[in-house]
């Protein structure tokens, strides 16, 4: 069967929506979708009546509402569409008010001190703007409701809530710009992207004999292999058969329910993969990008493969990230940073490219807060992502046409037909006659930036959301300036234009950003280098940051307060699992080891004895092994304080600097000493898979 004739089949699409509801209802249902309009109950009712219908003939038994809590991941709860009728009859029936909003127990999701733990009340609101699907049972199908997450009062609770909220400001302050401009058809704004999603597979009977895989994720014990990445032969290599059945039977299931997936290819590292789809509207994105992650797990349970998500799951060897694609459209199907023909659209791009370039000079730090979380600190800053200086890359060609407008000592209409003129080339140069910087968190890569620090396990909703803010923050200010200027609207926003260039010169930077070098050109240049979740989540809560989110309606403070003590929590718990795990193995599994190694060298080291052949190199294996387990149970121990230190602790900032500072400390030092025994541990006494096994 053809891909467009399966693509979408699952989801209650726009074709679904012209077959099952009339065209006043149709109409209505977009309204609502694209200008915002009040959803009326009557409506509401018939659009749940008809997906009902549609779901039920597609096998469907249940409904739920989707949505992301900020303890990370999906959460869902099923009820039937069974209800009894007036006559006290069982029915099917699915109302408006069941679609548009449900209350989910939320006493057990975190709250961050936004209400107390007795306060058990939640709600779910659909979001039209993202289409409903069928989630496959066993048998049957569940319908599934993509909402937003609130508490009682109405404060957020989710990650979709104050990503719908960035784009309604950036929307807002977009529009009132191109207004000012002379654009008077721009009448809303679209924010697009597409992340590429990086992951392991590896064999299941090998990751049952990882409980740090198991519950961790990660492996917090591994020598490095003989063969890792060194030879670079996995990227792009040719796909293994057993690999690329299970690409095959979740390019069809992602195609079921409207996945535009588009790319797969092997990655750096062994055993490591890449899906990338097609571009979407921001939201729908961010939704299909965490099903994507849900359906990759459940197809490689059926290939007897394990999808590790992971930032960093073996040391020594590339990890994994998410590659946002992010670009901005008015209604007009106009890409705001796709060069064009029309001078005025050319405006509009160097708009948004200074917007950006300010945006990342007075907000950078958020943009670095929104990727740090215990997985991406292993990853950030190593030689396959780029560390946490935000930075933004343009490419030789646009960098040398904006210098050449800062150099601009007269601004004329001819001056702006030059400059359209080479923005109209762009397009080439950047296909045909540049390279592309793949070290930059932020780069300009032709129609798009491209965001390269978010981590694979990642909602990408908090980094889109950033960007939204940030850029609605550079076109206000561009606004607001010219607002106060008189002359040639177009003459005058270059001359803003250079004001930006000038002051946000900082934060371009074309070179290696792997380069030790460009961390110590940062520092002179008062570029923030945060290495660490602890050393980022105060950020949140600062008075510029605050102002910021308070000043677009995004988030209260009350609500960031609450982010971040959730943010804080959930990488103490992160760290204190991991410590956990690795004392429980070192004590259960590598210290038994290495008694049994010594117990077998004692009896070599007696029979060769007893036999008048002493052999002078068991007794120094004796030696060595015994001071192996003696620095194994001190590191274990010192660990062990470390982690009493951090539960004691009640301040949860404290807790997180130990964690970062001490903690990760004390279990490096833990894992250098397993791993230098690992190698010489006979392979049939070690009681962990060998990262031989598990990448290859």
């Known amino acids: 069967m053809k891909m467009v004739e399966v693509f979408g089949e699952l989801t209650f699409n726009d074709q679904i929506m012209r077959e099952k509801l009339s065209m006043e209802l149709y109409t209505a249902f977009m309204d609502t979708i694209h200008i915002g309009k009040p959803l009326e109950k009557t409506i509401a009712d018939n659009i749940a009546h008809a997906m009902k219908e549609w779901a039920i003939e597609k096998g469907a038994t249940h409904f739920t509402h989707w949505f992301q809590p900020l303890r990370g991941g999906t959460a869902e709860k099923h009820d039937s569409f069974l209800q009894y009728d007036e006559s006290g009859h069982v029915i099917e029936r699915f109302s408006g008010a069941q679609l548009i909003q449900s209350e989910p127990d939320a006493s057990s999701f975190p709250s961050g001190g936004m209400r107390s733990t007795f306060e058990a009340r939640g709600y779910t609101a659909w979001d039209p703007s993202s289409p409903a699907y069928l989630m496959k049972g066993d048998k049957k199908y569940t319908l599934v409701i993509p909402s937003v997450f609130l508490s009682w009062t109405g404060m957020a609770m989710d990650h979709k809530t104050p990503l719908l909220r960035s784009h309604l400001a950036l929307e807002n302050s977009a529009v009132r710009l191109q207004k000012l401009l002379g654009n008077r058809n721009a009448k809303s704004l679209n924010v697009f992207m597409g992340p590429e999603q990086e992951y392991f597979l590896i064999s299941r009977a090998?990751?049952?004999?990882?409980?740090?895989?198991?519950?961790?994720?990660?492996?917090?014990?591994?020598?490095?292999?003989?063969?890792?990445?060194?030879?670079?032969?996995?990227?792009?290599?040719?796909?293994?058969?057993?690999?690329?059945?299970?690409?095959?039977?979740?390019?069809?299931?992602?195609?079921?329910?409207?996945?535009?997936?588009?790319?797969?290819?092997?990655?750096?590292?062994?055993?490591?993969?890449?899906?990338?789809?097609?571009?979407?509207?921001?939201?729908?994105?961010?939704?299909?990008?965490?099903?994507?992650?849900?359906?990759?797990?459940?197809?490689?349970?059926?290939?007897?493969?394990?999808?590790?998500?992971?930032?960093?799951?073996?040391?020594?060897?590339?990890?994994?990230?998410?590659?946002?694609?992010?670009?901005?459209?008015?209604?007009?199907?106009?890409?705001?940073?796709?060069?064009?023909?029309?001078?005025?659209?050319?405006?509009?791009?160097?708009?948004?490219?200074?917007?950006?370039?300010?945006?990342?000079?007075?907000?950078?730090?958020?943009?670095?807060?929104?990727?740090?979380?215990?997985?991406?600190?292993?990853?950030?800053?190593?030689?396959?992502?780029?560390?946490?200086?935000?930075?933004?890359?343009?490419?030789?060609?646009?960098?040398?046409?904006?210098?050449?407008?800062?150099?601009?000592?007269?601004?004329?209409?001819?001056?702006?037909?030059?400059?359209?003129?080479?923005?109209?080339?762009?397009?080439?140069?950047?296909?045909?006659?540049?390279?592309?910087?793949?070290?930059?968190?932020?780069?300009?890569?032709?129609?798009?930036?491209?965001?390269?620090?978010?981590?694979?396990?990642?909602?990408?909703?908090?980094?889109?959301?950033?960007?939204?803010?940030?850029?609605?923050?550079?076109?206000?200010?561009?606004?607001?300036?010219?607002?106060?200027?008189?002359?040639?609207?177009?003459?005058?926003?270059?001359?803003?234009?250079?004001?930006?260039?000038?002051?946000?010169?900082?934060?371009?930077?074309?070179?290696?950003?792997?380069?030790?070098?460009?961390?110590?050109?940062?520092?002179?240049?008062?570029?923030?280098?945060?290495?660490?979740?602890?050393?980022?989540?105060?950020?949140l809560t600062n008075e510029k940051t605050i102002q910021l989110f308070k000043s677009y309606n995004v988030l209260s403070e009350v609500e960031l307060r609450s982010k971040q003590e959730i943010r804080y929590e959930t990488y103490i718990k992160t760290k204190v699992m991991e410590y956990k795990v690795a004392a429980d193995i070192s004590r259960t599994l590598i210290t038994p080891v290495i008694l049994k190694q010594l117990t077998l060298l004692g009896n070599a080291a007696v029979s060769t004895k007893t036999a008048g052949v002493p052999v002078a190199e068991i007794d120094e294996d004796l030696t060595t092994f015994t001071n192996f387990y003696g620095r194994i149970k001190q590191k274990t121990g010192d660990l062990e304080k470390v982690l009493k230190r951090i539960i004691d602790e009640t301040d949860t900032e404290k807790a997180g600097r130990l964690c970062a500072a001490e903690g990760d400390k004390a279990l490096d030092e833990l894992r250098k000493i397993v791993d230098s025994v690992e190698v010489l541990i006979p392979a049939d006494l070690w009681p962990l898979t060998k990262y031989q096994e598990l990448l290859h």
């Open 206 to 539: 090998l990751y049952e004999k990882r409980p740090d895989l198991k519950i961790c994720g990660r492996t917090l014990f591994g020598a490095a292999p003989a063969k890792g990445q060194q030879m670079e032969d996995h990227y792009f290599g040719a796909i293994k058969p057993r690999v690329l059945h299970f690409m095959e039977e979740l390019d069809q299931e992602l195609y079921r329910l409207g996945i535009p997936t588009k790319t797969r290819h092997n990655e750096v590292a062994p055993n490591q993969f890449e899906i990338a789809p097609l571009y979407e509207e921001a939201n729908r994105a961010i939704d299909h990008n965490l099903l994507l992650l849900d359906v990759m797990k459940k197809t490689a349970e059926k290939h007897d493969f394990v999808c590790l998500l992971h930032e960093k799951p073996f040391e020594g060897v590339n990890g994994s990230g998410k590659h946002i694609n992010w670009s901005i459209g008015d209604n007009t199907c106009n890409n705001y940073l796709e060069p064009s023909a029309s001078p005025l659209k050319n405006i509009t791009f160097l708009n948004t490219i200074g917007a950006v370039l300010l945006g990342v000079k007075n907000y950078g730090e958020l943009l670095r807060l929104s990727v740090a979380d215990a997985g991406n600190d292993h990853r950030l800053g190593a030689n396959e992502a780029p560390p946490g200086i935000m930075s933004v890359y343009l490419g030789d060609y646009l960098s040398q046409m904006l210098d050449s407008i800062e150099d601009i000592k007269s601004i004329t209409e001819k001056k702006l037909s030059e400059i359209s003129l080479g923005i109209r080339r762009l397009p080439k140069i950047v296909r045909d006659a540049s390279d592309r910087n793949r070290t930059s968190p932020i780069a300009f890569t032709g129609n798009k930036f491209e965001f390269r620090a978010v981590g694979s396990a990642q909602n990408c909703s908090e980094p889109v959301m950033m960007i939204n803010l940030m850029v609605a923050y550079g076109y206000d200010y561009i606004h607001d300036r010219l607002n106060k200027m008189s002359g040639n609207v177009r003459e005058n926003a270059l001359r803003v234009l250079k004001e930006i260039l000038q002051q946000t010169k900082n934060v371009r930077f074309e070179g290696n950003n792997y380069d030790p070098e460009w961390h110590r050109l940062a520092e002179k240049r008062g570029l923030p280098n945060l290495k660490d979740t602890p050393g980022c989540l105060h950020i």
